[in-house]
């Protein structure tokens, strides 16, 4: 068994003397895990630095075996992020979140094309990624079966208007229909609706706000530790900016 395409570094663990186990991200063959021999070495830790854009090579005996992996750097997503600490936050969050929910070996090509572009880009600036990153957990949400539906008010059928977000259905709501219960909702960032403007911490920390409760909820609830500490860490840090709270 072989196979060989681009991927993203989610993780490596140490394993032995020298060795990681890596998990990657590819298009074709979803989260995919292999054992890198020397992977933890002084050569070939950079290239296995989580949100690293790598070509893969996978080889086993068996398909079902975790198999030998290597491969050679195509974008270093990881070091170039040191100097930003908002964008290293967001690269660590995307991979982490992207780790712990996908199932193994089961492709999901949107969610692979939507992590690569935001760690193409993310050189230009993290805070205007912002708004992508929350619209990629969204859609990772509906890959996974628990996506939103922000069509039109739970309510009223109305469509236009729609402020808030139901947390126990995922359901958009009006600000009419949803006044009563207004410090029970979850506000619903204009930008996930299509519409501009008013862009800016407070926005961008609703929309985190908004898919880690059902991150939280429906995809890390029943496992240990809950949603992952680096996708925590990065909706502190856009809580911090500009005194958002």
Same mark, same amino acid.
């Given at each position: 068994m072989e196979w060989q395409a681009p991927a993203v570094v989610l993780d490596a663990r140490p394993l032995g003397e020298s060795g990681a186990v890596v998990s990657l991200l590819t298009e074709a063959h979803g989260r995919h895990a292999g054992l890198a021999k020397g992977g933890a070495s002084r050569a070939q830790a950079p290239l296995w630095q989580r949100g690293n854009l790598v070509e893969a090579r996978w080889v086993a005996r068996l398909p079902d075996q975790l198999g030998s992996l290597s491969g050679e750097l195509v974008h270093p997503a990881a070091a170039l992020a040191l100097e930003d600490p908002l964008a290293l936050a967001l690269l660590s969050s995307a991979c982490a979140v992207a780790e712990g929910a996908l199932p193994?070996?089961?492709?999901?090509? @949107?969610?692979?094309?939507?992590?690569? *572009? +935001?760690? =193409?880009?993310?050189?230009? #600036? =993290?805070? =205007?990624?912002?708004?992508?990153?929350? &619209?990629? !957990?969204?859609? +990772? +949400?509906?890959?996974? /079966?628990? %996506?939103?539906? $922000?069509?039109?008010?739970? =309510?009223? #059928?109305?469509?236009?208007? $729609?402020?808030?977000?139901?947390?126990?259905? %995922? &359901?958009?709501? *009006?600000?009419?229909?949803? !006044?009563?219960? @207004?410090?029970? +909702?979850?506000?619903?960032?204009?930008?996930?609706? /299509?519409? *501009?403007?008013?862009e800016g911490p407070a926005e961008w920390l609703s929309g985190l706000r908004l898919t880690g409760h059902f991150l939280a909820r429906d995809v890390f609830g029943e496992r240990p530790g809950g949603l992952p500490q680096a996708r925590t860490m990065l909706q502190d840090r856009v809580a911090l900016l500009g005194g958002v709270t």
């Open positions: 193994e070996r089961e492709p999901h090509p @949107r969610c692979f094309q939507g992590l690569v *572009s +935001l760690i =193409a880009r993310l050189a230009r #600036g =993290a805070g =205007a990624l912002l708004p992508d990153y929350v &619209r990629w !957990e969204a859609e +990772l +949400l509906g890959e996974l /079966g628990y %996506g939103l539906d $922000l069509a039109r008010c739970a =309510a009223t #059928g109305a469509t236009e208007d $729609l402020v808030w977000v139901s947390p126990r259905t %995922g &359901r958009a709501v *009006s600000a009419a229909a949803g !006044e009563p219960w @207004r410090d029970r +909702l979850l506000p619903l960032p204009r930008f996930l609706l /299509g519409q *501009s403007g008013g």
